[in-house]
Structures are given as structure tokens and as C-alpha cells.
């Protein structure tokens, strides 16, 4: 099939710079990508939610090679990313209902299942796990990609382990460099935020992490409410120093950023504050000497922004990022639990300077 052909993704999902040309543009890399991914390379691709470094998710030495260039530790599964839901029964041991209902619903998109895992799928890409993360990314070069190399890509978010995730094929240039053997560019992540993480692989159904696809539209669509308690699940996702700029991240409320942000300046601390539609941008902008770093006006813009703002903080050498996370409803959800991880103890290690810039 020519990428041309491409059948559009979910309306919502798709990147809005995403054009015929464009497509036909990435015919030659699509190319180089799928015998990368067949000789055991990385493949670093956009995906709706975030970039992705990808490999053959059946070879163990290419996944490997995943951890190594990432420096992530081989117990913390990867998720496989599919063409398409037809695919499910040669992954997973068995595809309950709840799957093949959310499956139909909301892939391609932004949501990730786990499900027991089948005998194809090696310990390595599961970190040692008896479950396997499935999901179908709704960005046209993502599908191509996959359609065209006809197995399963396993792919973590393409940035050093710990950092903030890539959104533009610039950030991935610029954390991952050579260690990529190919980067497929589509542009900016339309989501910006990682997907949905539920657990169909223990009856009920568990939320493990708050992503691109809201509990609400999942609790609608099986008809029943989702528990968000991990109980005794190795969900290593959930390291609180996750998703961190150099900055230090400070969780603030809303209407305390300006006191907080003056106190800093008086400090001699460089000061970035994220700035949104909840926050009072008057008093903010009266901060002398603080950058103000747009989200925009709404949940879905403040999660397509938020991770190039905390890189841009580093860019501009803040020493400290001010946030006040919206409510933790929908897709609010997803940016109050990256806020929270990236103001979280920092882990320690060569990944993690987190050291003032001055
Ligand atoms: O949106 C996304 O999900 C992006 C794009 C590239 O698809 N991927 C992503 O991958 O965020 P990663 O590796 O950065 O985060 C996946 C999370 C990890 O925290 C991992 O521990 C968890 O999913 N995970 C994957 N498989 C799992 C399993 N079998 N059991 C428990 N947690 C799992
Ligand atoms: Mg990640």
C-alpha cells in the first residue's frame, strides 16, 4: 500500500499538520524504517501521544538494545504497538470482552491494555511480566509503519529514562542523537501526553496510568467503574520522578503562583511559570523576571504543550517551573499525574542532572 492510501485516523487524533504530500514525502524513510526494524535496529517514530523508540518486538537483542540506549532498567515493561486490533489474539493469551469492547471504541488511540501475554511475546519486552501492553497509535506514519513491517513494535517514550517525553522529532534529535538508527518525522504529537495504561490482565479492570483516553469515556463505554488502586501491581511507570525536566517542579495553587513566583525571583532563582486559561495570567505576567510558558485554554491544549514548556524551561535555564495542575477530571487527569511525577523526588544517576545551571 502507498502511504497515500493511508486510512485517515480517528478525526481527533490526527495530526493536523499531516498532509498527502508529506506522507509521500516519508515513502524513502518508511522504507529504511521497516528494514531497520527487520535487522534488529531502532526506529524512533511519531506517535499521537508521544514519540516512540522503537524495535521488533519479538527480538530480544533489538529490545535490548532499547533499554540500553534509554539506560532503563530491564524489569519495566515496554508496550507493543500493533496495526491493528485484528491483531490482538496472536499477542494476548486470551481477549476478554472488555478488551474487544474498548478495542472497537477507542483504537486506534491513545489507550494501552494489558492483557496476559502470548507464548510469541519474549520476557524481555515484559520486562519478566506474565502481562503484555497493547495498543494501536492513531498517527497515519505510525500505522504505515507498523502495517508495512507486519509484526509488533515495542516502544517505550523515545527520551533518556526519568526525562520528559519527546513530542516533536527535534526532541528526540536532541536526547537520543545517533543512538536512533532511524527517526520517522510527523510532525508535533497532537495528545502530547502518554496513553491511557488499563489492566484487563486480572478480571477487573484497573487504571495504572491516566492518559489520552479519559477513565470517563472508559467507565461509558464497559459500563462499569474502574478502580485506580494498583493493589499489589509492579506498575514501574508509576516512579515518582518520572517525566522531569533539569528544573525543579514545584506544585503550586492556582492562586498562589504570583506569591510564590515573587518569593523565588527574591531569592535569585530563575523562575518559569506554566500558564493557563485556570490561572490568573494578570497577576502572573506582573512577575518581573519570570517566563511565562503558555498552555493555552483548554485540558487538550495544556496536554499537547506541556512537555516541549518543561524543556523549554531547561532551554531558558530555569532553575525552578511553577505549575498548578487543573482538576483531575478527563484529560486533566493525565496532566495533574505528569505535574505531580515531574515535582516527584528525582532519582539519581547519569540520566538525572538535575544540578542548578548556573
Ligand atoms: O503513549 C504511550 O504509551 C507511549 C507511545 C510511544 O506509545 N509509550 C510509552 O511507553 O509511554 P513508556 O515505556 O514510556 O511507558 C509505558 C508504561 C511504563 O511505565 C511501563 O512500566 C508500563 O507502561 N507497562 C507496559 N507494559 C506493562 C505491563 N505488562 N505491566 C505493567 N506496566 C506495564
Ligand atoms: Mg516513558
Same mark, same amino acid.
Not at 100 to 121: D, E, H, Y
Not at 209 to 236: F, H, N, Q, Y
Not at 278 to 291: F, I, M, P, Q, Y
Given at each position: 500500500?502507498?502511504?497515500? !492510501?493511508?486510512?485517515?485516523?480517528?478525526?481527533?487524533?490526527?495530526?493536523?499538520?499531516?498532509?498527502?504530500? !508529506?506522507? !509521500?514525502?516519508? &515513502?524513502?524513510?518508511?522504507? #529504511?524504517?521497516?528494514?531497520?526494524?527487520?535487522?534488529?535496529?531502532?526506529?524512533?517514530?511519531?506517535?499521537?501521544?508521544?514519540?516512540?523508540?522503537?524495535?521488533?518486538?519479538?527480538?530480544?537483542?533489538?529490545?535490548?538494545?532499547?533499554?540500553?540506549?534509554?539506560?532503563?532498567?530491564?524489569?519495566? $515493561?515496554?508496550?507493543?504497538? /500493533?496495526?491493528?486490533?485484528?491483531?490482538?489474539?496472536?499477542?494476548?493469551?486470551?481477549?476478554?470482552?472488555?478488551?474487544?469492547?474498548?478495542? %472497537? %471504541?477507542?483504537?486506534?488511540?491513545?489507550?494501552?491494555? +494489558?492483557?496476559?501475554?502470548?507464548?510469541?511475546?519474549?520476557?524481555?519486552?515484559?520486562?519478566?511480566?506474565?502481562?503484555?501492553?497493547?495498543?494501536?497509535?492513531?498517527?497515519?506514519?505510525?500505522?504505515?509503519? /507498523?502495517?508495512?513491517?507486519?509484526?509488533?513494535?515495542?516502544?517505550?517514550?523515545?527520551n533518556?529514562?526519568?526525562r520528559v517525553s519527546p513530542?516533536?522529532?527535534?526532541h528526540?534529535?536532541?536526547?537520543?542523537?545517533?543512538?536512533?538508527?532511524?527517526?520517522?518525522?510527523?510532525?508535533?504529537?497532537?495528545?502530547?501526553?502518554? @496513553?491511557?495504561? /488499563?489492566?484487563? @490482565?486480572?478480571?477487573?479492570?484497573?487504571?495504572? #496510568?491516566?492518559?489520552?483516553?479519559?477513565?470517563?469515556?472508559? =467507565?461509558?463505554?464497559?459500563?462499569?467503574?474502574?478502580?485506580?488502586?494498583?493493589?499489589? *501491581?509492579?506498575?514501574?511507570? *508509576?516512579?515518582? @520522578?518520572?517525566y522531569a525536566p533539569?528544573?525543579?517542579?514545584?506544585?503550586?495553587?492556582?492562586?498562589?503562583?504570583?506569591?510564590?513566583?515573587?518569593?523565588?525571583?527574591?531569592?535569585?532563582?530563575?523562575?518559569?511559570?506554566?500558564?493557563?486559561?485556570?490561572?490568573?495570567?494578570?497577576?502572573?505576567?506582573?512577575?518581573?523576571?519570570?517566563?511565562?510558558?503558555?498552555?493555552?485554554?483548554?485540558?487538550?491544549?495544556?496536554?499537547?504543550?506541556?512537555y516541549?514548556?518543561l524543556r523549554?524551561?531547561?532551554?531558558?535555564?530555569?532553575?525552578?517551573?511553577?505549575? @498548578?495542575? $487543573?482538576? &483531575?477530571?478527563? +484529560?486533566?487527569?493525565?496532566?495533574?499525574?505528569? /505535574?505531580?511525577?515531574a515535582?516527584?523526588? #528525582?532519582? =539519581?544517576? $547519569?540520566? *538525572?542532572?538535575?544540578?542548578?545551571?548556573?
Amino acid at each position: 500500500m502507498r502511504p497515500t !492510501e493511508l486510512e485517515p485516523a480517528s478525526k481527533a487524533a490526527a495530526p493536523l499538520n499531516e498532509t498527502e504530500s !508529506e506522507n !509521500e514525502n516519508q &515513502a524513502p524513510d518508511l522504507d #529504511r524504517a521497516v528494514a531497520a526494524l527487520r535487522q534488529g535496529k531502532l526506529v524512533a517514530f511519531p506517535t499521537e501521544t508521544v514519540y516512540g523508540l522503537g524495535a521488533d518486538a519479538e527480538n530480544v537483542s533489538a529490545v535490548a538494545r532499547i533499554f540500553s540506549v534509554k539506560g532503563r532498567p530491564d524489569n519495566h $515493561p515496554l508496550i507493543v504497538h /500493533l496495526a491493528s486490533a485484528d491483531e490482538l489474539p496472536r499477542w494476548a493469551e486470551r481477549v476478554p470482552e472488555a478488551a474487544r469492547q474498548l478495542a %472497537a %471504541a477507542c483504537w486506534p488511540g491513545p489507550l494501552t491494555l +494489558l492483557l496476559r501475554k502470548s507464548a510469541r511475546v519474549p520476557d524481555a519486552t515484559t520486562g519478566g511480566l506474565p502481562s503484555v501492553g497493547l495498543r494501536v497509535p492513531a498517527h497515519p506514519l505510525a500505522l504505515e509503519l /507498523l502495517r508495512r513491517f507486519g509484526g509488533g513494535v515495542a516502544a517505550p517514550s523515545a527520551n533518556r529514562f526519568g526525562r520528559v517525553s519527546p513530542t516533536s522529532a527535534a526532541h528526540v534529535r536532541a536526547d537520543l542523537g545517533d543512538d536512533v538508527d532511524v527517526l520517522l518525522d510527523g510532525g508535533d504529537c497532537q495528545v502530547g501526553v502518554e @496513553s491511557t495504561i /488499563l489492566d484487563l @490482565s486480572r478480571g477487573t479492570p484497573v487504571l495504572l #496510568r491516566p492518559g489520552g483516553v479519559t477513565l470517563e469515556r472508559i =467507565e461509558a463505554i464497559l459500563g462499569v467503574k474502574v478502580s485506580r488502586e494498583p493493589g499489589d *501491581m509492579r506498575a514501574p511507570g *508509576m516512579l515518582a @520522578s518520572h517525566y522531569a525536566p533539569r528544573a525543579r517542579v514545584e506544585i503550586v495553587d492556582s492562586g498562589a503562583l504570583a506569591s510564590r513566583a515573587r518569593e523565588l525571583r527574591l531569592q535569585g532563582e530563575r523562575v518559569a511559570l506554566l500558564v493557563s486559561s485556570h490561572d490568573d495570567a494578570k497577576a502572573l505576567a506582573n512577575v518581573e523576571g519570570a517566563t511565562l510558558l503558555d498552555l493555552g485554554a483548554s485540558d487538550d491544549q495544556a496536554a499537547q504543550r506541556l512537555y516541549a514548556a518543561l524543556r523549554q524551561a531547561d532551554v531558558d535555564k530555569a532553575d525552578v517551573v511553577l505549575a @498548578s495542575p $487543573p482538576a &483531575a477530571h478527563g +484529560l486533566g487527569a493525565a496532566l495533574a499525574d505528569r /505535574l505531580t511525577k515531574a515535582a516527584g523526588p #528525582r532519582l =539519581e544517576g $547519569p540520566n *538525572m542532572p538535575h544540578a542548578k545551571h548556573r
